[in-house]
């Protein structure tokens, strides 16, 4: 049972565009959530987080929306550019649980930056 | 550069073979993550130690143990091996116990079962 879902394995967004990536989860006992980028022949690298008390993070060119009602986050990359093409991964973590059970990760959406 | 060594980065083996997967942390984290990525899988979390004791498990099969040693690296040792082990594991390592923080990953290793 996914309790992390990311539902678009891939995604292709023109350069200089907004990329929107989402990510739904089940189990409300997560409380904080991230997002890694991984790149081919490489690890996951963090990219930004949020906690439940917020709705809204921004770094940059990165912004992440948290929904809690919805149970529903969303990456929003603004504006797209040709390095950031690699797959995309949401993380979830029950932090009032310890998050002793590391970051439950959903599948990760491709991202790819057409110019 | 992550911080975080996995080694070998590449294994081809057999069934039924044995096989050990390190990993040593970046410098002062304490936490490392056993994670399994197979083919058109998302990152399945296997095992955490924290400090040199077993933290947390997840989805780790009972051919498949780890273990944390004094100087923080980490070992994940598979056994009996079938095909189906074929994927890409990845260690991660983080300053904090729990799950709050960022978790820094090392390049993977692959492993191949023939």
């Known amino acids: 049972d996914q309790q992390v879902k990311q539902n678009s394995p891939s995604l292709s967004v023109q350069e200089g565009r907004i990329s929107i990536l989402n990510c739904d989860y089940t189990n409300s006992m997560f409380d904080y959530f991230l997002w890694y980028k991984k790149y081919p022949a490489e690890g996951p690298t963090f990219l930004i987080s949020?906690?439940?008390?917020?709705d809204k993070n921004e770094d940059g060119r990165f912004t992440v929306f948290l929904n809690k009602s919805a149970k529903h986050l969303s990456l929003h990359i603004v504006p797209s550019q040709p390095g950031d093409s690699a797959v995309y991964f949401c993380a979830a973590s029950g932090a009032v649980r310890g998050g002793a059970d590391g970051l439950t990760f959903g599948k990760g959406t491709h991202l790819i930056i057409q110019p | 550069d992550s911080g975080v060594t996995q080694t070998p980065k590449h294994l081809i083996t057999a069934t039924g073979q044995r096989v050990t997967l390190r990993c040593s942390p970046r410098?002062?984290?304490?936490?490392v993550y056993w994670y399994q990525q197979s083919l058109d899988q998302g990152l399945q979390f296997l095992i955490q130690y924290y400090n040199g004791e077993e933290r947390a498990k997840g989805n780790i099969l009972e051919r498949f143990s780890a273990q944390q040693f004094p100087d923080l690296h980490s070992e994940l040792n598979l056994s009996s091996l079938e095909l189906g082990d074929s994927a890409l594991y990845f260690c991660a390592s983080s300053v904090y116990p729990g799950g709050l923080g960022e978790l820094f990953f090392g390049e993977g290793s692959r492993l191949t079962v023939l």
């Open positions: 949020i906690s439940s008390i917020k």
């Open positions: 410098s002062g984290d304490l936490s």
